[in-house]
């Protein structure tokens, strides 16, 4: 298999998992629940005594310096089953940062050095260096898997019984995308170094 093709079948993959996503994601924000996302997590949050609070913003996150879980207004304001898996997946991060900060500061600083890594290995492109500095970005961002998965964990055990399985599917099906980048970035990386060679 020559490289243009390992490079085309990893960014094809990737492609083809982020129509799956949206489809998913389509699904789910037309499934209902009885309350809104923003609210919720708020509640959940000041209940489990986290010191973090709600706030609306550009993009769904966390600023752990000033304690805050940042949600969309779509989000924030949603009342379906993807609207509250977003939300309750952010709370668990916050939890996460009770639980364990070191972990998530070190995850963090990973996580930025990969995507620079990813950056130079776009930049190199078909080359040893390219592929090496590629390889060590998707090495790097698997490091945030984990931390995904916990933070999944935590928020769903803070969503009623009743919802918990649907919760469930978006949150696994938006966590699989870091298997589905990893795999097609190893394509991507195997793809400029057969070409190079």
């Not at 996503?21 to 699904?27: D, H, N």
């Not at 996150?61 to 940042?70: A, D, H, I, L, Q």
């Not at 364990?100 to 995507?115: D, E």
Request: hydrophobic residues 50%; proline residues 5%; charged residues 15%.
């Amino acid at each position: 298999m020559n490289g243009t093709l390992l490079a085309l079948t990893g960014l094809a993959l990737v492609a083809g998992y982020a129509v799956y996503l949206a489809f998913t994601v389509l699904r789910y924000r037309g499934v209902p629940v009885p309350l809104e996302a923003g609210p919720f997590a708020e509640e959940v949050l000041q209940r489990l005594f986290t010191g973090f609070r709600v706030r609306v913003g550009f993009r769904n996150g966390v600023r752990y310096p000033e304690r805050s879980v940042y949600l969309t207004r779509a989000v924030y304001a949603g009342e379906s089953v993807y609207h509250l898996a977003v939300a309750v997946h952010e709370v668990g991060h916050a939890l996460q940062w009770r639980e364990r900060p070191h972990m998530v500061r070190a995850v963090q600083g990973a996580l930025t050095l990969a995507f620079g890594l990813l950056f130079l290995g776009f930049l190199a492109a078909p080359s040893p260096v390219g592929a090496a500095f590629l390889t060590g970005g998707y090495g790097l961002f698997l490091t945030g898997l984990p931390l995904e998965v916990d933070a999944n964990w935590r928020g769903l055990q803070v969503v009623p019984p009743e919802w918990r399985e649907e919760v469930g599917k978006v949150m696994t099906a938006l966590t699989a995308s870091y298997l589905v980048v990893l795999l097609g970035g190893i394509l991507v990386a195997a793809g400029f170094l057969v070409g190079w060679s």
